[in-house]
């Protein structure tokens, strides 16, 4: 089992960056597939960033591509979320979320694992 644990939220005006970062516990943390979502007021959860099988590649939702950048550390059991040039779209609770069993769907249902979630909140 991972218990994930974000932090790094807080309030930036537009165009400005934040990192946020997820700790994670567990010897086997190198195994799971992580990602980050995030939720905005009266929306939907939704996908992010990932890392795709065991490390192997990134992916990202079109609206945050070229503008967040997603990294792990597993010898430090952490995976964290650069966001720079955030806009006040990007708005949202940010959750770091583990998969046990890679899927390639990036989708929520396929994720084990969430950790509480962090405020990010972007000024005009």
């Known amino acids: 089992q991972v218990q994930l644990v974000e932090s790094g939220g807080g309030l930036v005006q537009a165009g400005g960056s934040l990192r946020l970062s997820c700790a994670a516990s567990g010897r086997t943390f190198s195994l799971y597939a992580m990602a980050w979502f995030r939720q905005a007021p009266g929306k939907e959860r939704e996908f992010v960033a990932a890392?795709?099988?065991?490390?192997?590649?990134?992916y990202y939702a079109d609206s945050v591509k070229g503008r967040f950048t997603i990294s792990r550390d597993n010898a430090g059991n952490t995976v964290d979320l650069q966001m720079d040039s955030l806009k006040p779209e990007d708005t949202a609770v940010y959750y770091c979320a583990a998969e046990r069993y890679y899927s390639g769907t990036f989708s929520r249902s396929s994720y084990d694992y969430w950790g509480q979630g962090t405020q990010v909140t972007v000024s005009s």
């Open positions: 890392f795709s099988e065991r490390g192997r590649g990134t």
